[in-house]
């Protein structure tokens, strides 16, 4: 299965993808002054709808994947996105993270290509920008709404192969929150204390005790997404805590929001807190330094010897590909 860069939810790839297709002719060249202003609205970034957008037909509802017909080969000259429902709600903004799904087709043949976020675990939410694809794709619409968009044949580069035109049908699923959202649980005797900001960032308070030396692990809020699995990919956030100290050696929420390390390759400790655990869920877990950087310190490790504190925030997770 051959898609293009959406699948992957590499929006850098796929801005270059749409910038590539909404090109003047191969080795063409224009006039900076002729060249339009960048848009920085994101409501101003869906692209205009067209004549090959609008003669895709469609039906099912938003967020169940679609019956799709078309009459191919289907003429696409440049980037087009008709908007087929609305969603309800709040207009998404610039810097959401949003979830969403789609079906891909050839323009040329009609052949599907794939689909791909109609089942859980399969992507994690991308966030959005009026600079990114997924915001020409999007704009600022609103939970629920159900696009076409038409993408032109693209050239070969140095750096990219050449596409052929495509045809997608996309909804956006929701905007994930950047905190656990569930339901909160009752705290663990003699597990440090946890306070949180009104974005919720967490503050950690150490036991005036000494550090356990065993695993500990307790659900501050239960979530009603999908579970992590070994192998998994997910999206958190997290705050980690000295023991012996109390302060804070590294933290998502002081960098640039949500964390994702391919694969999960975290700390044994790590990993046993999350994995079985549903999205939108917090944790927060004791880990001994066997479970952690192991028991020595050293210039390069750090952390080494040290029992480490974690408050995680699942937001989302995919699994690996089987």
């Known amino acids: 299965m051959r898609l293009r ?3 992957t ?6 801005s270059a993808v749409l910038l590539a297709g909404c090109a003047g002719p191969a080795g063409g060249t224009e006039s900076p002054s002729a060249s339009a202003a960048p848009v920085t609205n994101l409501c101003d970034a869906m692209a205009s709808s067209g004549a090959a957008s609008e003669a895709v037909g469609v039906e099912g509802e938003p967020g169940v994947e679609p019956e799709v017909s078309f009459e191919s080969p289907l003429a696409v000259d440049d980037l087009q996105v008709t908007v087929l429902d609305e969603g309800d709600g709040d207009p998404i903004e610039a810097g959401d993270y949003i979830s ?3 079906n891909a087709y050839s323009a040329d043949t009609g052949e599907p290509l794939g689909t791909l976020g109609y089942e859980p675990g399969q992507m994690l939410p991308s966030q959005i920008s009026a600079e990114s694809g997924l915001g020409q794709l999007l704009g600022c619409s609103a939970p629920g709404t159900r696009v076409v968009a038409t993408f032109p044949a693209s050239e070969a580069t140095d750096t ?3 596409i052929a035109a495509e045809v997608y049908v996309l909804d956006l699923l929701s905007v994930v929150p950047i905190a656990a959202w569930g339901e909160p649980q009752d ?3 003699g597990m440090p204390v946890v306070t949180l900001a009104d974005d919720g960032a967490p503050s950690v308070e150490i036991p005036s005790a000494d550090a356990p030396t065993d695993l500990q692990i307790a659900v ?4 009603d997404g999908e579970p ?3 192998g998994d990919t997910t999206m958190l956030q997290y705050h980690g805590v000295e023991w012996a100290t109390g302060e804070s050696f590294d933290s998502s929420w002081t960098k640039n929001g949500p964390y994702v390390n391919e694969g999960n390759q975290y700390i044994q400790g790590f990993n046993e807190a999350i994995e079985g655990q549903p999205a939108g869920s917090q944790i927060l877990v004791v880990i001994p330094p066997e479970l952690g950087y192991g028991l020595e310190e050293s210039d390069t490790v750090p952390l080494g010897g040290k029992t480490l504190v974690f408050v995680i925030d699942i937001l989302a997770t995919m699994h690996a590909a089987s």
């Not at 501050?220 to 979530?223: C, S, T, V």
């Open 160 to 162: 990219s192969q050449a």
């Open 228 to 230: 992590v699995k070994s």
């Open 9 to 14: 939810v590499s929006l850098a790839a796929l």
């Open 220 to 223: 501050l809020k239960k979530g």
């Open 5 to 7: 860069p959406l699948v």
């Open 187 to 189: 705290p663990v005797s």
């Open 100 to 102: 969403f799904a789609f």
